[in-house]
T-cell receptor, first 112, second 115 residues
Framework: QKEVEQNSGPLSVPEGAIASLNCTYS??????FFWYRQYSGKSPELIMS????GDKEDGRFTAQLNKASQYVSLLIRDSQPSDSATYLC????????????FGKGTRLSVIA | GAVVSQHPSRVICKSGTSVKIECRSL??????MFWYRQFPKKSLMLMAT?????????EQGVEKDKFLINHASLTLSTLTVTSAHPEDSSFYIC???????????FGSGTRLTVV
């Protein structure tokens, strides 16, 4: 069973703090990793994609990938109340145009 | 960036009628489309995968005769919910890709209510 695991939360952080979201995956051969943000009642929105070990930064967001540990994380710096949402970790496990495997999502609440 | 337009955003229909949902890729060729449904506070559930010009592949437990998927062109896929019943009320979302591992774009979703 191909699995992607996330802590469901809720994760509460104060405004201005760093929010750290974590994800593990079961298939060592996975190549592509994505973080999506989903607001209540809306569809997922791509935040970051990462393919190589290490860090990838985009504005306030940093994705970190460690393939040896089968671990991918998302850091949100200077968290804002508007960042409050569910964050979905998704993995392309089988390669090519195959469906992403999603984690169940972590609910983040940024407290003003 | 890649954009997928999904319509309608909301639809209310009577039990027993059919509803068609459209997804269009606006600036790329969607060689593969995915259809999901999501119940309130629940995870995305993959319903089917369709490749342009081919029959859709349905996930286990999804009735292919009830949820008709057409992907006749590289920019358009449709999901038709036939003989809808109240238990079909859900949030339906499409996702498209032209390069698999390097990008999946979601439509804005359709909230279906069957009364």
């Amino acid at each position: 069973q191909k699995e992607v695991e996330q802590n469901s939360g809720p994760l509460s952080v104060p405004e201005g703090a760093i929010a750290s979201l974590n994800c593990t995956y079961s298939d060592r051969g996975s190549q592509s990793f994505f973080w999506y943000r989903q607001y209540s009642g809306k569809s997922p929105e791509l935040i970051m994609s990462i393919y190589s070990n290490g860090d990838k930064e985009d504005g306030r967001f940093t994705a970190q990938l460690n393939k040896a540990s089968q671990y991918v994380s998302l850091l949100i710096r200077d968290s804002q109340p508007s960042d409050s949402a569910t964050y979905l970790c998704a993995v392309n496990i089988q390669g090519g145009n195959t469906p992403l495997v999603f984690g169940k999502g972590t609910r983040l609440s940024v407290i003003a | 960036g890649a954009v997928v337009s999904q319509h309608p955003s909301r639809v209310i229909c009577k039990s027993g009628t059919s509803v068609k949902i459209e997804c269009r890729s606006l600036d790329f060729q969607a060689t593969t489309m995915f259809w999901y449904r999501q119940f309130p506070k629940k995870s995305l559930m993959l319903m089917a995968t369709s490749n342009e010009g081919s029959k859709a592949t349905y996930e286990q437990g999804v009735e292919k005769d009830k949820f008709l998927i057409n992907h006749a062109s590289l920019t358009l896929s449709t999901l038709t919910v036939t003989s809808a019943h109240p238990e079909d009320s859900s949030f339906y979302i499409c996702s498209a890709t032209d390069r698999g591992a390097y990008g999946y774009t979601f439509g804005s979703g359709t909230r279906l209510t069957v009364v």
